[in-house]
């Protein structure tokens, strides 16, 4: 008779892991961790994205319900004061000229697109000269920001009037 202890696996005694098995659970732990770092990333920047094509076309609606009333485009001055902003733009909510990425939380639009800022700039007829010292003559302007990353092969989201 042939014995069948020689053909068995002999039973471990000691219980738990080997060092290789501990190491590929690491490095399993390791790439889901990255890929959901890096996939969490690139919702976010989606979303900030998002949001800053949803405030410029809200504060270009504004601008333009402003323009069929005066027969003008604001001046930056004027965007950038609360108080002509609550006298003139009742319904564009403050909150709206703030980047999603900026730091400090600033409701002033600035001359010329930076990272985390909207730009307006607003000039006379000839599309070149500015408006500033009489905002009356303000006939043109455009609303842009900076996107983070491409957004359809853009770097930059650029809204004209619409006059």
Same mark, same amino acid.
Not at 106 to 124: F, R
Not at 131 to 145: G, I
């Given at each position: 008779?042939?014995?069948?202890?020689?053909?068995?696996?002999?039973?471990?005694?000691?219980?738990?892991?080997?060092?290789?098995?501990?190491?590929?659970?690491?490095?399993?732990?390791?790439?889901?961790?990255?890929?959901?770092? =890096?996939?969490?990333?690139?919702?976010?920047?989606?979303?900030?994205?998002?949001?800053?094509? =949803?405030?410029?076309?809200?504060?270009?609606?504004?601008?333009?319900?402003?323009?069929?009333?005066?027969?003008?485009?604001?001046?930056?001055?004027?965007?950038?004061?609360?108080?002509?902003?609550?006298?003139?733009?009742?319904?564009?909510?403050?909150?709206?000229?703030?980047?999603?990425?900026?730091?400090?939380?600033?409701?002033?639009?600035?001359?010329?697109?930076?990272?985390?800022?909207?730009?307006?700039?607003?000039?006379?007829?000839?599309?070149?000269?500015?408006?500033?010292?009489?905002?009356?003559?303000?006939?043109?302007?455009?609303?842009?920001?900076?996107?983070?990353?491409?957004?359809?092969?853009? =770097?930059?989201?650029?809204?004209?009037?619409?006059?």
């Amino acid at each position: 008779m042939i014995s069948v202890k020689g053909l068995m696996p002999q039973k471990r005694d000691e219980q738990g892991f080997t060092v290789i098995e501990l190491l590929i659970v690491i490095v399993v732990l390791v790439i889901l961790s990255v890929l959901v770092v =890096t996939t969490y990333g690139g919702i976010q920047q989606k979303n900030r994205n998002l949001t800053r094509q =949803t405030n410029l076309e809200a504060i270009h609606q504004q601008i333009e319900i402003y323009f069929n009333k005066q027969g003008h485009y604001p001046s930056r001055a004027d965007m950038n004061s609360s108080v002509w902003l609550a006298k003139n733009l009742k319904t564009l909510d403050p909150s709206l000229l703030i980047d999603p990425s900026n730091p400090t939380r600033s409701e002033q639009l600035v001359a010329a697109v930076t990272a985390k800022s909207y730009a307006y700039d607003p000039t006379q007829i000839d599309g070149v000269s500015s408006c500033e010292n009489k905002d009356t003559t303000c006939a043109k302007y455009t609303l842009t920001a900076t996107y983070e990353g491409n957004v359809n092969g853009a =770097t930059k989201l650029t809204i004209p009037s619409t006059n």
